[in-house]
């Protein structure tokens, strides 16, 4: 029986310049940016988790004004994603991702920021823990989230990622 078009996660792995990484959709949308290097395995694990009634399909065609803009990032020629995406995480989770859409490229802001402007001052650590659970990274820029102090800070990606995705915005 064929799986419905509603219930399918389409991926592929972008390559771009030393870039590497596995990138996903639903039909609704950007659901994923795998880390740097990152195995297959990655993903797999975030759809069964996060859609467990979704079917992974490799997908280059569907996936490629993703992999475009991406590029086009990556590659300085970008500084905003205009592609939908389709966030799945908590209702917290989901506001922090908001705020960290809005940070401008080349900016950067603390974790104690994003906690203020979400309303709840007192919950850094749980801002710090929906930002680690960012499933689209670069579009959903937690890479310019850091420390109060300005130092850089944990990223799903590893540091030397969000250190080469600071460096691309300055």
Not at 7 to 15: A, D
Request: net charge positive.
């Amino acid at each position: 029986m064929e799986k419905s078009r509603e219930s399918i996660v389409y991926w592929m792995l972008l390559n771009c310049g030393p870039w590497t990484m596995y990138i996903a959709a639903t039909k609704e949308g950007l659901c994923y940016v795998g880390s740097q290097l990152a195995p297959f395995e990655e993903l797999s694990k975030w759809v069964k988790k996060r859609l467990p009634a979704y079917v992974l399909l490799e997908d280059k065609y569907v996936m490629k004004p993703y992999a475009t803009e991406l590029t086009d990032y990556l590659e300085g020629r970008r500084k905003k994603f205009t592609l939908p995406m389709d966030l799945h995480g908590t209702a917290f989770q989901q506001a922090v991702w908001k705020v960290l859409q809005e940070i401008p490229f080349g900016q950067t802001v603390s974790y104690s920021d994003i906690a203020e402007q979400i309303q709840k001052p007192s919950a850094v650590r749980a801002v710090g823990t929906a930002i680690g659970a960012n499933p689209v990274l670069i579009t959903v820029p937690c890479h310019r989230v850091i420390g109060k102090s300005g130092k850089l800070t944990g990223y799903r990606g590893g540091l030397e990622m969000k250190e080469l995705l600071l460096g691309l915005e300055k």
